[in-house]
């Protein structure tokens, strides 16, 4: 699916937790298939150029010197990333991650408002707002959003909003601090700033992409795939 416009404004955002629960649909158009054997690269990537810092900062767990580096771009509301985090990452940062191997980056790729205000929520410390999160509640809120996913991005009742915010009560969130995570203006700009390098410096068009060691897959993988890639690179 060809990249376009996706800068999201404050009132964008908004508008979209209120009143949208199209994440799910939208994402699913931009996703490639689940990918069973060794994918094949969809080209090469200045991996350099890539671990440059870009706006945020850097989502990452994993010893820095590790031999393989893998970035995630996601969106919060794509069923692939969610498949692949409830499925394939646990087993993979247990076998290379924890061991020294590999270090893994997560980088935001939103397609629609509501995986924005997500990845907002992640990136704020819920009881100081004004403050980000580090590393490990990040992944942990990611995770945590990942599994509830249906019930958040596309609730029966099709207030996303409220089901947003109930999830992010979870994680320790007030209404106060969700309100001011959600309507924290720089954070907003820099996550479409981080989708927006991710498009124009590194080709990426769906979710989830993965840049390993200088190459770019497109699409969920299985425990047995990624772990062949990675230990092509090993």
Same mark, same amino acid.
């Given at each position: 699916?060809?990249?376009?416009?996706?800068?999201?404004?404050?009132?964008?955002?908004?508008?979209?937790?209120? #009143?949208? #629960?199209?994440?799910?649909?939208?994402?699913?158009? #931009?996703?490639?298939?689940?990918?069973?054997?060794?994918?094949?690269?969809?080209?090469?990537?200045?991996?350099?150029?890539?671990?440059?810092?870009?706006?945020?900062?850097?989502?990452?767990?994993? &010893?820095?010197?590790?031999?393989?580096?893998?970035?995630?771009?996601?969106?919060? %509301?794509?069923?692939?990333?969610?498949?692949?985090?409830?499925? %394939?990452?646990?087993?993979?940062?247990?076998?290379?991650?924890?061991?020294?191997?590999?270090?893994?980056?997560?980088?935001?790729?939103?397609?629609?408002?509501?995986?924005?205000?997500?990845? !907002?929520?992640?990136?704020?410390?819920?009881?100081?707002?004004?403050? /980000?999160?580090?590393?490990?509640?990040?992944?942990?809120?990611?995770? !945590?959003?990942?599994?509830?996913?249906?019930?958040?991005?596309?609730?029966?009742?099709?207030?996303?909003?409220? #089901? @947003?915010?109930?999830?992010?009560?979870?994680?320790?969130? %007030?209404?106060?601090?969700?309100?001011?995570?959600?309507?924290?203006?720089? /954070?907003? &700009?820099?996550?479409?700033?981080? !989708?927006?390098?991710?498009? &124009?410096?590194?080709?990426?068009?769906? %979710?989830?992409?993965?840049?390993?060691?200088?190459?770019?897959?497109?699409?969920?993988?299985?425990?047995?795939? !990624?772990?062949?890639?990675?230990?092509?690179? @090993?």
């Amino acid at each position: 699916m060809p990249i376009r416009s996706f800068a999201l404004s404050r009132r964008h955002l908004l508008g979209g937790v209120a #009143a949208s #629960a199209v994440g799910l649909s939208v994402a699913g158009l #931009a996703t490639q298939a689940f990918a069973d054997d060794k994918p094949e690269s969809s080209g090469k990537v200045d991996m350099a150029k890539v671990l440059q810092p870009g706006t945020l900062p850097e989502m990452a767990i994993g &010893d820095e010197k590790a031999k393989v580096t893998i970035v995630e771009y996601m969106s919060m %509301t794509c069923p692939h990333c969610a498949h692949f985090h409830a499925t %394939t990452f646990d087993p993979i940062k247990e076998k290379y991650v924890d061991t020294g191997k590999v270090r893994f980056i997560l980088r935001e790729f939103p397609f629609d408002p509501v995986a924005t205000a997500a990845f !907002m929520l992640a990136r704020c410390n819920p009881v100081k707002p004004q403050e /980000l999160s580090g590393p490990k509640e990040y992944f942990a809120m990611v995770s !945590m959003l990942f599994k509830q996913q249906r019930a958040w991005a596309a609730p029966a009742d099709g207030n996303v909003r409220a #089901a @947003l915010l109930q999830n992010a009560k979870l994680a320790g969130f %007030t209404q106060e601090s969700f309100t001011a995570c959600l309507t924290n203006q720089k /954070l907003l &700009d820099d996550v479409n700033a981080t !989708m927006k390098r991710g498009a &124009d410096e590194f080709g990426v068009n769906s %979710t989830p992409t993965f840049i390993i060691n200088g190459n770019r897959y497109s699409g969920d993988m299985s425990v047995e795939a !990624m772990s062949a890639l990675i230990d092509s690179f @090993l």
